[in-house]
C-alpha cells in the first residue's frame, strides 16, 4: 500500500479508533505533563523573573507545538506516538535559565532543535546514540533531577499536611498500580489546599493565549550550557526511552523520521518561548498500553486524542499560568518531586547498572547535582564532560 493510502485508510479507521478508553487515556497523558513538566515550566519562569504573557506564550507553544506534532505522526504510522516537552529540559531550566537573558535561551533552544532536526534527517541517530555514553548521561540526568527529589521534602516543614497527604495519595496509588499516581496526588493536594485556605484563584478567568515573540540571540556560554545539554538530553534521555517504549508495547516505531518532527516542531516553537519538544515515554506508555484499548493497531487512536487535549488546553496557555500561579508553592513543589521520581529511580538505576561504566556516571551525577558554574556555563554540561572523560581515563581509548 502507498504512503498516502495507508494514511487515507489510517483516516477512515479513525472514529472507531477514538473509543472512550482512547479519549481517556489520552486525557490522563496531558494530565501527567500537566502536573509534572509544565509545574517545572511554571518554577523554571518564576526562577529567571518572567513576566505572565512570556511564561503564558511558553505554555500555549509547548501544548500546541507537542499536539500538531503528535497528530501527524499518529496518523502516518498508526502508532500512538506521543511528542511532549522534555522533562529533563525543563528540570535543567528550573536551575539554569535564570543565568541568561530569555533571547539567549531563545538561541540556545533554536540550536538544539535545529542540530535535533539535523539529526532525524541525516539518519544517523540510532548511530549516534551508540557513541553516547549511556550511564554518564543517565547520571548526569540523575543529578539534574536530585534536586527535585530533595525538594519535596524540603516543602515538607512549610506545609506538613499538604505535603504528607500529597505523598501518601501517591504511594497509595502506586499500590493500587494506578497508572498516573502523580495526578491523584495532585488532586488530594488541592484538596488539603482549598480546605485550609491556600489557594489564590481570585484572578482566575478563560483566557486565549497570544504569541509573545522573541528576538534569540546567540552566545556561546548560553549554547553550551543551554543548548547542548538540552540537545543530549532530548536525544538520549527522552527520544531513545520513547522508541524503548513503543518497541516494549509491540510496535515496530521509526526512528529518524520522528526525530526530525520534533526538531522542526522544536524550532518552530523555540521564538515564542518553546524550549524543546520529543517523543513521550511515559505519556507514550499510557496511550500506547492495553488501558488505550484492546486492539494495539486501533491504539494511535489514544495518540490523537492526547493530540486534541494538548490543543485544547494549550490554546488557554493564560488560564494555565493563572491557575499554576494561585498554588501554595509547597504544593508546586511536591508534585515536581513526585513527578520526577519514577525518571529519577530509572535513571538511577541506569547509570548504575554497567559496573564498569559506574565511576563515570557517579561523578556525572555529583558534579551535576553540586549546580556549579564554570566559565558561565551550567553544571550539566562539566557533568557530561567528567564523566566522559572519567570513562575514558579509567577503561582507556577502547572507551
Known sequence: MSAVGRLGRNLRDLPGALTPAAWLAGLVAVLIAYTGPLVLVFQAARNAGLDRAALASWIAALTIGSGLATLPLCLWYRQPIVVAWSVAGSALLVGGLAHYSLAEAVGAYLSAGLAVALLGWSGLFRRLLALVPGPVVLGMLAGVLLRFGTGLFAALPQRPLLVATMLLAFLLLQRRGFRAPTVGALAAGLLVAALTRDLHLGGLALELARPHWVRPAFTPGALLGLALPLFVLAVASQDAPGIAVLQAAGYDPPVDG???????????????????????????????????????????????????????????????????????????AAVAGLAMLPALVSSLAGALADPDERTGAVFALLLTAADIRLLEIGAPFWGLVLGALTSRLVHGASR
Not at 279 to 303: F, S, T, V
Open 258 to 332: 520522528p526525530v526530525l518532527v520534533t526538531g522542526v516542531a522544536s524550532v518552530l516553537t523555540a521564538p515564542l518561548g518553546g524550549h524543546g519538544l520529543n517523543l513521550a515515554a511515559l505519556m507514550g506508555a499510557i496511550c500506547a498500553g492495553p488501558e488505550a484499548g484492546p486492539d494495539p493497531d486501533r491504539r494511535y487512536g489514544a495518540g490523537v486524542a492526547a493530540a486534541l487535549w494538548f490543543l485544547l488546553f494549550g490554546a488557554f496557555g493564560a488560564t494555565a499560568a493563572t491557575l499554576f500561579a494561585g498554588f501554595p508553592p509547597a504544593l508546586v
